[in-house]
């Protein structure tokens, strides 16, 4: 098998949380709390979770975006957690992000052209009209007419925005991509023709997706393989046809079936949670899904130790003691 | 089992926003009517006019928008548009009250939730302010708030999403109003926190038997919650049908291909379908039928003359000239919004 394209090993996130005399932090948040995972080149994995999950902060430490507190990143064989700013920088050529927003993240005084050319200069993948020509060409791949390049970027709507933000990250050739809530912000109609476009970009250029999102549905479309964060934690991970058709923790079960299924017609047990996810300041002994969990074996066993994230069919993986109970 | 006299009958509503010489038709011409312990679901997209119909029925349109003169707006019997300030205010929040998606902005930060509440029951009702906080605890717990008494005196950044939510419903729901407008109540929540909520709304609904207009995007909550389904596109009502209908038999192009473009659950991996272009701008929508940019079947006939709602079964009307050349639907050509690569979103 050849090396994954990037590999994560015990990925930690703290925040300190209160800062007591001498601001020193009194307590932290652990908001990604010990994440491995790996992706293979052109693979796209969804991560899923609930507000205040970790999956954002996971997407952004490996990109150092935010500074991880503890543990490696492998990116293409190099290891990112310990390069120095300017190595970074290089880097950040082959690794982009696509924000939920893309309107906060461009500068309404800059034209889009000028917005998606940044990076080609700035990396010094093309110069003058050359670099011109690099910026006409992206948009057209984005579906964009490239006459819009002397625009700004009140002229545009929330699609056409996200469109312009694939660009731009596009435009330093990337290899992979953090996709955090790219659609989530889109009406239905849009939202598919940037899926659409996300995908077709992907097959064109290889291109390797983390695709982050709360909507499980899209998760289930776009991703290859599926992980469920709660906590901070990664509690499911696996082939994304095994985890929607087959999950194992009581939690995903949960999250599955709390989706809204477009047909009045159709029937099926529904699990409602109870109560919110515990505070990441101050998380529960073992298992940290217990204070909600459905499961009919749950004892105190779960409370004892941390389930470790375990393979429990093939390539499908849970962090949960219990035999795996199934709703249907 | 829902009365069959409707509680609010809404016809030729139009609420324009005036900006210079440009006119906004925000709604434009809507019609439809609910009735008692009924819940009706308006979908669309952004710039389809949903939340502005929800404020108009109101009356919290400010200029420079208006609600045109020749709109009605009936509700319990009563000509809503003629009411002066004091009589629409004893209605709002008494007969008919609203769940926004928003609780935080909604909400007062620097007062408990259970002054909140009882504030809304004291500006309806001559109770004393202790009263008025039995009422609102009372409240509190029925939404299913555990120690609504001592969470009645917390204040909003205290409670998590989910139990804000509850407190707006509660805020709603304290007068016991005939009508209830939530607008996208639970778009901002978690999936785990919408399943409560929205099974919260069931089980009142159940108990105090008031109607609901729900208005939202999303299709997956309509099917869930709703009895019949308005779909709005470009300031009007395009499609409704009662909800089982709407899922079978979908009419109006717009309808389909929202249904199409929507990712499902256990749905197999295909291309999704999209519908090419934007929704226009409500200052200039197009002559003719509104979606026949977009639309795939759209002809000469489309650009000239406007559909008017056609009926289809006693309770189904689609806004489009397919049902009156049905024939049509087997001539599909590439929508003129993909075809000039114009306004892709």
Not at chain 1, 192 to 201: C, F, K, S, T
Not at chain 1, 244 to 250: F, L
Not at chain 2, 157 to 184: F, K, N, T, W
Request: with cysteine; net charge negative.
């Amino acid at each position: 098998m050849t090396m994954p394209l990037l590999s994560v090993q015990n990925l930690t996130k703290t925040f300190p949380i209160q800062t007591g005399l001498f601001g020193r932090p009194s307590s932290v948040v652990r908001a990604v709390d010990r994440v491995s995972l790996t992706l293979e080149r052109a693979e796209t994995l969804g991560v899923v979770g609930e507000s205040g999950c970790g999956k954002t902060t996971l997407g952004r430490c490996i990109l150092r975006l935010i500074e991880p507190t503890e543990g490696t990143i492998l990116f293409d064989g190099v290891d990112v957690s310990t390069l120095g700013r300017l190595e970074l920088r290089t880097l950040r050529r082959k690794m982009q992000i696509v924000f939920q927003d893309p309107f906060s993240s461009l500068n309404p005084r800059m034209t889009v052209g000028a917005a998606v050319k940044e990076g080609i200069l700035i990396h010094q993948i093309a110069e003058g009209a050359a670099a011109d020509r690099r910026v006409q060409s992206l948009f057209e791949e984005v579906g964009l007419n490239p006459a819009y390049v002397s625009r700004y970027p009140h002229e545009f709507s929330g699609g056409q925005r996200q469109r312009i933000g694939i660009a731009r990250a596009l435009s330093v050739e990337p290899t992979f991509i953090v996709c955090d809530e790219a659609v989530s912000a889109l009406d239905v109609s849009v939202q598919a023709q940037v899926i659409n476009l996300l995908q077709d970009l992907q097959r064109e250029r290889g291109l390797t997706y983390l695709f982050i999102a709360h909507d499980l549905s899209v998760v289930e479309h776009i991703a290859d393989r599926v992980a469920v964060m709660y906590l901070g934690k990664i509690v499911e991970l696996g082939p994304a046809e095994a985890v929607y058709r087959d999950p194992i923790m009581p939690y995903t079960q949960a999250l599955l079936s709390a989706v809204p299924i477009p047909d009045p017609t159709a029937r099926r047990t529904r699990i409602v949670l109870q109560g919110d996810p515990p505070s990441p300041a101050d998380p529960p002994p073992g298992c940290v899904f217990f204070s909600r969990c459905q499961h009919p074996a749950k004892d105190a066993a779960c409370t004892q130790t941390v389930p470790p994230l375990e393979e429990k069919t093939p390539d499908h993986f849970a962090a949960c003691i219990k035999q795996p109970s199934t709703l249907r | 089992m829902a009365d069959l006299t409707p509680l609010l009958r809404v016809a030729d509503l139009r609420t324009y926003f005036y900006d210079g010489d440009a006119v906004a038709r925000a709604v434009d011409g809507v019609s439809f009517e609910i009735r008692r312990g009924e819940t009706v679901g308006i979908v669309g997209e952004s710039g389809s006019g949903k939340s502005v119909t929800a404020l108009s029925l109101l009356r919290l349109i400010r200029p420079p928008g208006q609600i045109e003169p020749g709109s009605r707006i009936e509700f319990e019997g009563q000509d809503l548009l003629s009411l002066d300030a004091d009589a629409i205010r004893a209605i709002r929040g008494q007969r008919i009250a609203m769940i926004f998606q928003e609780p935080m902005s909604a909400l007062n930060p620097v007062l408990t939730v259970g002054d909140q509440v009882a504030e809304v029951v004291r500006v309806h009702t001559k109770l004393s302010r202790k009263e008025a906080w039995e009422r609102a605890v009372e409240m509190l717990a029925l939404t299913g708030i555990p120690a609504a008494r001592e969470r009645a005196t917390q204040y909003p950044h205290q409670l998590s999403g989910g139990m804000r939510q509850r407190v707006m419903i509660a805020m709603a729901l304290v007068m016991h109003p005939a009508l209830v407008i939530a607008d996208e109540p639970t778009t901002a929540l978690d999936v785990t926190i919408q399943a409560q909520i929205l099974e919260l709304l069931h089980d009142l609904q159940e108990k105090l038997g008031m109607s609901i207009l729900l208005i939202t995007h999303d299709l997956g909550v309509v099917a869930e919650m709703a009895e019949r389904v308005i779909v709005m596109y470009g300031g009007e009502v395009v499609e409704e049908a009662s909800v089982g209908e709407l899922f079978a038999d979908a009419r109006h192009p717009y309808t389909q291909g929202l249904m199409r473009a929507m990712p499902q659950l256990g749905a197999p991996h295909e291309r999704l379908l999209t519908i090419p272009g934007v929704v226009p701008a409500p200052t200039a929508w197009p002559s003719g039928c509104r979606f026949r940019d977009r639309c795939e079947y759209a002809w000469d006939r489309c650009a000239q003359e406007h559909p008017p709602l056609y009926q289809i079964g006693t309770a189904h009307v689609s806004r489009c000239h397919l049902e009156d050349e049905p024939a049509r639907r087997l001539t599909r050509t590439t929508p003129l919004a993909a075809r000039t690569g114009q306004g892709t979103a």
